[in-house]
């Protein structure tokens, strides 16, 4: 659907800047350090951990069935091990895997997991927005917004807008999710994601 495409892109973007980028983020790496005279052997150490666990994040991920629950457990284990960013997006993609399954107590856990693990501003927003969705499944309105107060950038502000108008109609609170969609629709939100929030504010009436 179009309103998840913005947080799908964003994640594709990160996942392949990271399985790009890795090695040469890692060679960065190694330069820096090196320059400090005794931490070369750190510094290599470090880049070849990097590319490690690039690696396996791809063979795991890559790996994942629903129906083939050791590849499942396989990647848990993986974030569990792993408090960086490829830990995050493994999350990312397992919790994907459990809403499929309707197993959203674990899919909230492992978006909590992952936000606790990347520093990156846009995977946290959409680790948030995922993370929002399921409270909001889950009936636990008040969560959601709370989740989505975490989020920042103005590019999440219509997807924001969206969520938080209907976690408040959830609540019965229905000119806080007309303000809340209303927002979305003045934003630079796609024409799709427009249309279904303005949608949304006529059958309000």
Known sequence: MEVYSNENEQVDVLRRFFANNGKAL???LV??????GGWRY???HQANSAKEVSARYQQLTGAMQADKPQT?????????ENSNTY???AALDLAKQYVDGNQLDKAAVQLQSGLKDTKDANLQAVLNLRLARIQLQQNQADAALKTLDAVKGEGWTAIVA???????LSKGDKQGARDAWSKGVASDASPALKQMMQMKMNNLS
């Open 31 to 36: 330069i820096g350090i090196a320059a400090l």
């Open 26 to 28: 890692a060679v960065g």
């Open 72 to 80: 499942l457990e396989a990647v848990a284990q993986f974030t569990s």
């Open 162 to 168: 969206d969520i938080r108008g209907e976690a408040l």
């Open 87 to 89: 830990g995050a997006l």
């Open 42 to 44: 750190w510094a290599s």
